[in-house]
T-cell receptor, first 113, second 113 residues
């Protein structure tokens, strides 16, 4: 049963520190999405990739967030420097090009003190 | 642009009650429609989908019918269980535009034993 995996599952850090979250999409999927979920804002799309190329990162604060796919099996989301308002659950999802279903990972719960 | 509106929660029902969660959409094209479910501590997972008008999606006793004339995709279940307690997201995608899925804000469902 193929699944999207995310590491770490939980991260507590102090303001100003760099945070890196990793995602392994389902093998063969060629679209990858990063979302952020908070109680106040709900589910927000931060960035998405098609065939490893970034297509839309308009949802990300550009000055501190960056998203990359160094290869087809790894997507990363970095925050530098982190701030308390970045505390949220970050989800990665993957899918097939021209498919319409996204498969979500279990999320990384980030707490910035 | 495309958007999804779903009823606000929380919705609290007794076990074996009938469930309806309303969802309406706005789209310029011919979107696919989805219901995703998020159980506590987990990522979203696809519950059901419909890809064209009058299609009915169904899974685990849940049903939703794609109504183009009323731009709606209401989720129903005849007899809910405690294990159905979760957050339910209505969503749409338009593959003619891009790979993104537009999610509603989610409806939290509590089922009392």
């Amino acid at each position: 049963d193929a699944r999207v995996t995310q590491t770490p599952r939980h991260k507590v850090t102090e303001m100003g520190q760099e945070v890196t979250m990793r995602c392994q999409p389902i093998l063969g999927h060629n679209t990858v999405f990063w979302y952020r979920q908070t109680m106040m804002q709900g589910l927000e799309l931060l960035a998405y990739f098609r065939n490893r190329a970034p297509l839309d990162d308009s949802g990300m604060p550009k000055d501190r967030f960056s998203a990359e796919m160094p290869d087809a099996t790894l997507a990363t989301l970095k925050i530098q420097p982190s701030e308390p308002r970045d505390s949220a659950v970050y989800f990665c999802a993957s899918g097939y090009l021209n498919g319409d279903t996204q498969y979500f990972g279990p999320g990384t719960r980030l707490t910035v003190l | 642009g495309n958007s999804v509106t779903q009823m606000e929660g929380p919705v609290t029902l007794s076990e074996e009650a009938f469930l309806t969660i309303n969802c309406t959409y706005t789209a310029t094209g011919y979107p696919s429609l989805f219901w995703y479910v998020q159980y506590p501590g987990e990522g979203l997972q696809l519950l059901l989908k419909a890809t064209k008008a009058d299609d009915k999606g169904s899974n685990k006793g849940f049903e939703a019918t794609y109504r183009k004339e009323t731009t709606s995709f209401h989720l129903e279940k005849g007899s809910v269980q405690v294990s159905d307690s979760a957050v339910y997201f209505c969503a749409l995608s338009d593959r003619n535009r891009d790979d993104k899925i537009i999610f509603g804000k989610g409806t939290r469902l509590h089922i009392l034993p």
